[in-house]
């Protein structure tokens, strides 16, 4: 029982264009919500956060949406770079950030 | 380079062994989490250690067992070892406990084939 997904397993995007990074979850428990890239053999890196009190949080390029009613959050990426092309994993907790539930990932391809 | 260190890069061993997986955290960080990611899922929480104590429980089998010791490094130890324990296995590492704004630094993963 996946409680965190990510239904597109791959997405292309032309480079200069918005990228947008979809996640659903199933478990209304949850309150913490973070975005990880991951580059072939390194380990993830921390992209961006939110909590579950909040809608919207802005990192430079990278926004992330919450819409709790739905249990769906989105990464969007603007404008988007080739050095963006990695797997992103959208990850969800309890209690505000132990024992977090990651999803499968979604491929990104940023071409020139 | 996040600053957390694993030891193996690789390993190969056949069922029914045993290994044991090494990371070293952060200079400062107190929590360390290990995750096993088998091929095309997500990362699935095993266990968390705060400070040499066990701090949270994921879906860790009772076939694996983990421990941090006083230095803070901690290892993973697999027994029993299956066909279906072939993953990359990462270390995570964290300042605090838990909270808000307790980023986990990942490193590079040990990858484990079990022939």
Redesign the interface.
Known sequence: DQQ?K?NSPSLSVQEGRISILNCDYTNSMFD?FLW?KKYP??????LI?I?SIKDKNEDGRFTVFLNKSAKHLSLHIVPSQPGDSAVY?C?ASR???????????TRLSVLP | DSGVTQTPKHLITATGQRVTLRCSPRSGDLSVYWYQQSLDQGLQFLIQYYNGEERAKGNILERFSAQQFPDLHSELNLSSLELGDSALYFCASSVGAGGVDNEQFFGPGTRLTVL
């Not at chain 1, 053999?41 to 921390?46: D, M, Q, V």
């Open positions: 965190v990510q913490y990880y053999a390194e380990g993830p890196t921390f956060s909590s994993f990850a209690n505000y950030g132990q024992n977090f539930v990651f999803g499968p990932g």
